[in-house]
C-alpha cells in the first residue's frame, strides 16, 4: 500500500490557500514540506533542493521526457502528445502500480516562462486529463497540478522549488496517502540531483534560458 501511495504522490501540485508548510523530512540536502490542501484531505507536497549547476542544465533534463522512467519514482512510460510552442507542450505520464492495481496515467499541460530581471524560471504544470480518452487498464488521474521555481542565487547555486498536488482518486483513504507523501518526491529528488550532472545536461544550451549573468 506504501508504494502505491507514494509513486502517485512522486509524479507531478500547488494552491496559494495558505503558507503553512510543515517540514516533513530532511535528508542529502533534501527538504521535504507538506500541508493541508483547500477542500481536501489530501495533502499538498513541496521539496527544495540547492544545485551547484546552471539554469540550463536544468531546464534540459526535465525537457528530457523520454529520461524520466530512469529516473521519476515508478515512472513507466513518459512521452510528448504535442509541442504547442518553444515554451508550451502536452505530456503523457504513466505510473507504475503493484498488482491487483490498475497502473495510473495523467495528462498535463507544461508551460514554461521566465523573468527578465531575476532570471527566476517557472515552470507550471496543470491537468488535462480529457485530452485524449483513458487507456481501458490503466486508471486517469483527474486532479493533478504541479510547479517549479528555480531561482539562480549569487553563489552560483540553483534553488529549486516542487510544488504539487495530486489526488488519485479511487479508494485509497487520505490519511494513508498523507502517511508516506515523503517516500516518493524525496526518492525522486534524489535521482534528479546525480542526474542532472550528465555532461549532456551540463553542456545544454538553450536560447530561451537565460542565466544570471546574462
Known amino acids: 500500500m506504501r508504494t502505491i501511495v507514494c509513486l502517485l504522490l512522486c509524479s507531478f501540485c500547488f494552491s496559494q490557500s495558505n503558507n503553512n508548510w510543515q517540514l516533513y523530512k530532511s535528508e ?12 481536501t484531505n489530501i495533502k499538498e507536497l513541496k521539496t527544495i ?58 495528462i498535463i499541460n507544461v508551460k514554461l516562462s521566465q523573468e527578465a530581471k531575476t532570471k527566476v524560471i517557472t515552470i507550471k504544470s496543470t491537468n488535462n486529463a480529457n485530452y485524449i480518452p483513458p487507456f481501458p487498464d490503466r486508471t486517469r ?47 525522486t529528488m534524489l535521482n534528479f540531483k546525480e542526474w542532472v550532472k550528465k555532461d549532456k545536461y551540463q553542456k545544454a544550451k538553450n536560447p530561451l534560458v537565460k542565466e544570471l549573468n546574462e
Open 49 to 106: 533542493v540547492y544545485l551547484k549547476t546552471s539554469l540550463n542544465s536544468i531546464v534540459a533534463l526535465l525537457n528530457d521526457w523520454d529520461s524520466y522512467p530512469q529516473w521519476n519514482y515508478k515512472c513507466v512510460e513518459s512521452k510528448t502528445l504535442k509541442v504547442i510552442s518553444e515554451t508550451e507542450l502536452i505530456h503523457y505520464q504513466m505510473v507504475k502500480i503493484p498488482w491487483p492495481a490498475d497502473n495510473q496515467d495523467f
Open 141 to 187: 488521474i483527474r486532479e493533478l497540478e504541479a510547479k517549479w521555481t528555480l531561482t539562480p542565487l549569487k553563489d552560483g547555486t540553483v534553488e529549486a522549488v516542487y510544488e504539487f498536488f495530486v489526488n488519485p482518486g479511487g479508494l485509497i483513504p487520505a490519511w494513508i496517502l498523507n502517511t508516506a507523501v515523503a517516500y516518493g518526491p524525496y526518492e
Open 28 to 39: 542529502n540536502g533534501i527538504l521535504v514540506y507538506s500541508r493541508k490542501a483547500e477542500n
